[in-house]
């Protein structure tokens, strides 16, 4: 009888697992690889600035995502977890409930659109990401509210497509960034932004009308909680506010999940509860005290793999743990400027590649999709070149 092994999610965690876990495991011919994501594609978050502005292909069907055909996307919502089965919205097999050897939490965080898009099938996606390039073309200013990196990102690519647009960024504290950043360097990455013409707006919280969406057009000038103007605008994008997508496991909020709803996990991302040692969990849903990033998940998808396969052959001893380590974070501002933060120091366009394509060529080989349609031909945009010490190339 076939054994599953169940991922539930189909984001950056999902996908990255899926291609080294079906190698991992292709000579276990009675386990099967079941990823449970409602959406029919996958979403390239890291690009979502630029297709907020550009035509970009961010929207990667799952269809070639499995090599081998036991394997399959279940294109269903996970609503509740047992121990050893998952209730789904949709049947499968002919049941809501799908039983599994092993399971993977990899559902991550919810976002604000356009940073992420919640539409089910590929045209709606599209349309709704059309519908805010229009947006975004027909305003002549625009605010942006949050100054982490995705709302930074998002200045830097209305920039360089529109050069006379009014663009305010508007960050609820002293210095945009986290505070695990260091001063030093928040304070290099404003003049980055205001150097691009850029207004910044620093230590107000904005009032939000009630029901508005993500992506709006005010009908009155912007305010702060202390009652301050801060700018008439024509179109508002929120680019703060995220959450784990854990709503479906609160009937486990008291075992497996934080206080603040994320999964708590053990060294080696095995479940933190007493039973769960067959459930593993990582990405942004994952309980880790490090910054929300793709490339930590990369470090991550390894030691689950190891694990996992370990624990298929009967093996617990040895098992590999995960350690919380910031290696680097690439801030993009369009496709040729950037910012590359890393423990020996940060870096400016010289050594900041992902501008160039957002890894959306990468991505969609990942995934086994093809090429993108819509790749614009300037993405080979010629950078800064190297500075001629590592002093210079700090600050």
Known sequence: ???????????????????????SISKHQDYRIIMIEKKTYFYHIIAAPRAAVEDWDVLIPYTHLFKESKNQVVHATAMHLNKHSVILDTPFEGSTELPFDYCILATGIKYPIPSKIYDIDVADGSSRMSHIRSMVAK?????????????????GEIRENYKNKKIVLVHNHDHLLQSSFSIKDREYVLEKVQKNNIQVILGEKVVLPDGVPDVFVPENPIMSEKGTILSTVDLVMVAFGN???????????????????????????????????HIYALGDAADLDELKLAFSIKRQVPV??????QAIQGGHTSMDEYKPKFLKMEITLGK????????LGTFGNWASKKGRDQLTK????????????KYPADTNAV????????????L
């Open 1 to 23: 009888m076939v054994k599953n092994i169940v991922i539930i999610g189909g984001g950056y965690a999902g996908v990255m697992l899926v291609t080294k876990l079906e190698r």
């Open 139 to 155: 305003a002549e200013s625009i605010m942006v509210i949050g100054g982490g990196a995705a709302g930074i990102e998002l200045t």
């Open 243 to 277: 959450n784990a997508d854990t709503d479906w496991l609160q009937q486990h909020r008291d075992t497996i999940l934080s206080p603040k709803g994320y999964i708590r996990v053990k060294p080696t991302l095995q479940v933190d509860a007493v039973g769960y040692e």
């Open 304 to 309: 689950v793999v190891n694990n996992l396969v």
């Open 336 to 343: 040729s400027q950037g910012i590359l933060m890393t423990p």
């Open 362 to 373: 990468k991505l969609w080989k990942m995934m086994n999709a093809g090429q993108p349609s």
């Open 383 to 394: 950078v800064e070149h190297p500075p001629t010490s590592f002093h210079q190339a700090q």
